[in-house]
């Protein structure tokens, strides 16, 4: 009973291009060049699916992000689904103060000192701890939820980090550094053991940022 979690970070997006925090009013969505990635990402997905024999059904879950959102549709256009949105995937919870702020204003005036894994680096921010855990938390839980089945996750590269500690079992602060994840990019995850399961299963790492 093979259960497989492809995770797909989200397209080309506006908040990147201006430069600024990419909270729930200042995403924007993604760009011209995002659109064609999410598009190329889903046609691609839908033949490797036919190929490798995916487990089925396919369900397709993303982020409340407006960039996700919109890439997830094109991928679950693609298996004929709905994407359900699940505010768990997200990147940073920012504070409402920082959403649409310029990224490096953000970064440059609202430092808290001391920040690292169980405190935030920005005033009013998520800890890198809390992220991590509110991610692994819905990534088991939609693997618990199709067991035996194929799960594709829309959402971001914090959210494919997470998938080391939620899948991986690797602690709170990751003991190397990921290479960063590129738009449109595709990590898959798969085990043969029940994924709700104590002591947890073992995944295994088929595929990163590809």
Known sequence: MRTRMVLVRHGDSMHRADGVVGGPRGCGGLTERGFEQARTVAATLAVRAHRDG??????????????????ADAVAAAFGA???QECGLCTWHVPDYADGMLLEQFLREHDAPGGGVFRPFQDGNESPAELLTRISRALVEI???HRGSTAVVVAHAETVAASFTALGLLGHWHPFDL????????????????PAAFPPPRW???RFNA
Not at 54 to 71: C, D, I, K, M
Not at 179 to 194: K, P
Request: glycine content about 4%; proline content about 2%.
């Open 54 to 71: 995916w487990e089925g059904p396919v369900s397709v879950y993303t982020s409340t992000r407006l960039r996700a959102v919109q890439t």
């Open 82 to 84: 709905q994407a359900v």
């Open 143 to 145: 693997a618990a939820r």
């Open 179 to 194: 290479t960063t994840v590129g738009n449109a990019a595709v990590t898959e995850w798969l085990t043969d053991a029940d």
């Open 204 to 206: 295994t790492l088929a």
